[in-house]
């Protein structure tokens, strides 16, 4: 076990550091919440409406995860506040002992932008369920929130997509933000129990993202997203604003990356020095047959599977990969078998790709405090791509810029 080198608590949060990467901005720490320990850096595997789909509780915890999120906007409209109320929350309802972490329902102006307007009071949705109208203002996001029992809270924020070309919009979105966590902190009953982070908006304008820090910092909430990317920003631009942001954020709070999960992007943001990431991709490509590998993802719907009886992949540690130990060993045959015909390959595929994104994770905190991580970087990526030639240039600039040069030479 590392030693700590520094700590900072908050009423319901205690961050440990325990190891730097020399060489590059990545750190390892642990994250105290209400329901447990969680090594950083992580990934948080998606379960929106309370529920990983094609996963029990259980076999979410058999794979290693102590942390996963859950979306509020879904969660306010069905069940409702009412019903999470009357269990006593989402954990309850769920069956999840571990920690939960809530999304404000702020991104949904982005993905259900046909049905949202958005004020100073808060943002008008019709609801894609039946149409009705719902408002959700930063007081009402943190009601919910309240309701919900999530150790960490999200903060209302204004989200715009980031390659929006409207540059006074996307002012007002940030500043807006601002003005909305300061409603969030003023709305917040259970401080002592539950988390509130802020996010830092400023789409790939760099000013404004080093202004929004400062703004954001100075309220000193006890952890600090990077919000509004993955909406289809250039990924060297992804990049830079991740840098100039980590940059200026206290050493002692934990730093989430929000909506990211390919594992080139892991792997990158971790040394661009973020410690916090989730997605929703390794469940979802998982129902379209997909399994992620560390040489890339496989369509297991090709035939060339149909009579490959190996694992899903070889030497993974995931409960359908591994044989004895109460492992299944499951086949590609298999999974290739049911992909068209049963929803069980999800589940499977499921369970392999999440296995995967923790393990990742597991193996990066591992490499950081061994101090080698410039040395699981390269071998990532020559797992990935074979051939050198074939490496991204924005994972390569972006790299350079924390010292490391995937394509120097060995000696």
């Given at each position: 076990m590392a030693a700590t080198i520094a700590s900072q608590s908050s009423a319901a949060l205690k961050f440990d550091l325990v190891a730097r990467c020399s060489t590059t901005r990545a750190r390892a720490s642990c994250l105290t919440l209400p329901h447990g320990p969680v090594q950083l850096p992580m990934f948080m595997p998606v379960a929106t409406q309370a529920s990983l789909k094609g996963l029990t509780p259980e076999q979410l915890e058999e794979t290693g995860c102590r942390l996963c999120l859950n979306n509020t906007y879904h969660l306010g409209l069905k069940p409702g506040q009412e019903v999470l109320a009357a269990i006593g929350g989402a954990h309850k309802l769920q069956g999840w002992q571990h920690n939960i972490l809530t999304d404000s329902g702020g991104f949904q102006m982005v993905s259900l932008?046909?049905?949202?307007?958005?004020?100073?009071?808060?943002?008008?949705?019709?609801?894609?369920?039946?149409?009705?109208?719902?408002?959700?203002?930063?007081e009402h996001s943190i009601s919910l929130q309240n309701t919900i029992g999530s150790d960490i809270m999200m903060q209302l924020d204004?989200?715009?997509v980031t390659t929006s070309p409207d540059a006074a919009r996307m002012r007002?979105?940030?500043?807006?933000?601002?003005?909305?966590?300061?409603?969030?902190?003023?709305?917040?009953?259970?401080?002592?129990?539950?988390?509130?982070?802020?996010?830092?908006?400023?789409?790939?304008?760099?000013?404004?993202?080093?202004?929004?820090c400062k703004e954001m910092i100075a309220r000193d909430t006890p952890g600090i997203a990077i919000g509004g990317l993955s909406?289809?920003?250039?990924?060297?631009?992804?990049?830079?604003?991740?840098?100039?942001?980590?940059?200026?954020?206290?050493?002692?709070?934990?730093?989430?990356?929000m909506g990211i999960g390919y594992p080139e992007d892991l792997v990158?943001?971790?040394?661009?020095?973020?410690?916090?990431?989730?997605?929703?991709?390794?469940?979802?490509?998982?129902r379209f047959g997909n399994a992620v590998t560390?040489?890339?993802?496989?369509?297991?719907?090709?035939?060339?599977?149909?009579?490959?009886?190996?694992?899903?992949e070889e030497g993974c540690g995931c409960i359908c990969c591994r044989k004895g130990d109460g492992g299944l060993g499951i086949t590609r045959a298999f999974v290739h078998h049911n992909t068209a015909k049963e929803t069980v390959s999800?589940?499977?595929?499921?369970?392999?790709?999440?296995?995967?994104?923790?393990?990742?994770?597991?193996?990066?905190?591992?490499?950081?405090?061994?101090?080698?991580?410039?040395?699981?970087?390269?071998?990532?990526?020559?797992?990935?791509?074979?051939?050198?030639?074939d490496y991204p240039e924005w994972a390569l600039g972006a790299l350079r810029g924390v010292g490391v040069d995937l394509v120097e030479d060995e000696t």
């Open positions: 932008l046909k049905l949202a307007n958005i004020t100073e009071e808060g943002v008008r949705f019709l609801s894609p369920h039946d149409g009705t109208p719902m408002l959700l203002t930063p204004d989200v715009l007002e979105a940030m500043l807006r933000s601002v003005r909305w966590l300061d409603r969030c902190i003023a709305a917040h009953k259970n401080p002592d129990r539950q988390n509130l982070f802020c996010i830092i908006q400023g789409g790939l304008d760099l000013e404004m993202r080093r202004e929004c909406g289809g920003e250039a990924k060297a631009d992804y990049c830079r604003v991740v840098a100039t942001c980590t940059e200026l954020l206290p050493e002692l709070k934990p730093r989430y990356v990158v943001s971790v040394a661009l020095g973020a410690d916090m990431f989730d997605c929703v991709w390794p469940t979802r490509t998982a560390k040489h890339g993802v496989l369509n297991i719907k090709n035939a060339k599977f149909a009579v490959d009886f190996g694992p899903i999800a589940h499977l595929l499921t369970l392999h790709n999440v296995w995967y994104q923790l393990n990742l994770m597991r193996e990066v905190r591992d490499a950081i405090i061994a101090d080698q991580y410039p040395a699981f970087i390269r071998q990532f990526f020559a797992n990935l791509y074979p051939n050198k030639a």
